[in-house]
């Protein structure tokens, strides 16, 4: 199976399944003497950890992550730095009436078919377990990105019908503090109010609903991304689209500048500074990226998750003998996947940003 790998210098494989014994991560090209703050790695881990309120699987791991290698004295090497995640409550037996069905909207027909054999336990690779190893890659890449004062900020601004209004402040550790005080993970503590009664409403039902998280990359210096197939935003746009339930990326203006005019959309430079190399923008529609390319403002986009496809009711589907038949989910499920979605969009982000930037060969091994 490939497609277990992402980026170029800053590269990561992960491994492992939902039902297996570990999970894990390789990172391959992280700079020497990187800060590795274990603590730091569990504290984000923990946000996308199953088991953390109401509103979330009640499937309880620690998410405990041991780093095996690429790390002496608390910095890394420049080595492979390989993490595992031991798999701690695991319940195969919740995933035996599907053995021979395909659920609808998941992955069991289409790996049938690719492969000739899946994982029906949880779904295996195509699980979102798999994202805990993302999240603890991401958080080295944060450590890496804030030696360049770089910092990603992300929060729940939607779920089903209901929005966020446009956060009034930028300053990050405000933002963080308003998002980790309420269990759906929302800068804006009346909606978020709104939007936890709505999850457990519809969790009560038997039923799931989508969302929407939006994401601030903050201090990203001019000149990183390619002006071909190798875009920031194509980039950014691969990484959110390989995280499970995404079905939407948009970044600046999205798709509503699609109903502007330019001269309504046009980012008027401007030099506050008397700086020819540090130039800003009245407005922002770009989403801080021009021609593929960073353009020093504030990166700026929005992930789109749908519903979770199981389903706490019954539902007509089809065998592996093709017959009809019914199904009704079993087990531990989100009713909604964003409140633990943020850290992996963060996360992605964070990688996506450190590649450009060893690429861009920013990085300056004597600091």
Avoid at 168 to 178: G, M, P, Q, W
Avoid at 306 to 319: D, E, F, S, Y
Avoid at 339 to 344: E, F, G, M, Y
Wanted: hydrophobic fraction near 40%; glycine fraction near 10%; aromatic fraction near 6%.
């Amino acid at each position: 199976m490939a497609g277990n790998s992402f980026g170029d210098v800053f590269r990561i494989t992960t491994f492992g399944e939902s039902h297996g014994e570990a999970i894990g991560v390789i990172i391959d090209g992280c700079p020497p003497n990187i800060t590795i703050d274990e603590a730091f790695i569990q504290s984000e881990l923990d946000k996308r950890r199953p088991g953390q309120s109401k509103i979330t699987t009640q499937r309880k791991e620690s998410d405990t992550a041991k780093i095996l290698s690429g790390v002496f004295e608390g910095k890394s090497t420049g080595t492979p730095l390989a993490m595992v995640i031991p798999n701690e409550d695991q319940r195969s037996k919740d995933y035996s009436h599907i053995a021979d069905k395909y659920r609808p909207s998941h992955a069991d027909y289409t790996y049938q078919m690719k492969y000739g054999i899946r994982d029906y336990r949880g779904g295996g690779r195509s699980s979102a377990r798999e994202t805990a190893a993302r999240v603890a890659a991401g958080a080295i890449a944060k450590s890496f990105l804030a030696q360049f004062g770089i910092h990603v900020f992300a929060h729940v601004s939607g779920v089903g019908k209901i929005e966020a209004p446009n956060l009034a402040t930028h300053d990050i550790d405000e933002l963080t503090a308003l998002r980790e005080s309420n269990i759906v993970r929302c800068a804006d503590p009346a909606t978020a109010h709104e939007m936890i009664a709505f999850i457990d409403a519809i969790r009560k039902a038997g039923d799931t609903v989508g969302g929407r998280i939006s994401a601030t990359i903050q201090q990203v210096p001019v000149g990183l991304g390619e002006p071909v197939f190798d875009k920031l935003h194509a980039d950014l746009a691969k990484a959110m689209m390989s995280i499970n339930a995404v079905h939407g990326f948009e970044y600046g203006s999205g798709f509503a500048g699609s109903q502007m005019q330019g001269s309504e959309h046009n980012d008027v430079f401007v030099n506050p500074d008397g700086d020819a190399n540090n130039l800003k923008t009245l407005t922002n529609f770009s989403g801080g990226i021009q021609g593929g390319i960073s353009n020093g403002m504030d990166i700026t986009f929005r992930v789109a998750f749908k519903p979770v496809a199981t389903l706490m009711r019954a539902q007509q589907t089809i065998n592996e003998a093709g017959e009809s038949t019914e199904i009704t989910g079993k087990g531990r499920h989100d009713p909604c996947v964003v409140p633990r979605a943020v850290v992996i969009v963060e996360a992605m982000a964070a990688l996506v940003i450190a590649d450009h930037l060893l690429k861009n060969q920013l990085y300056d091994p004597t600091r």
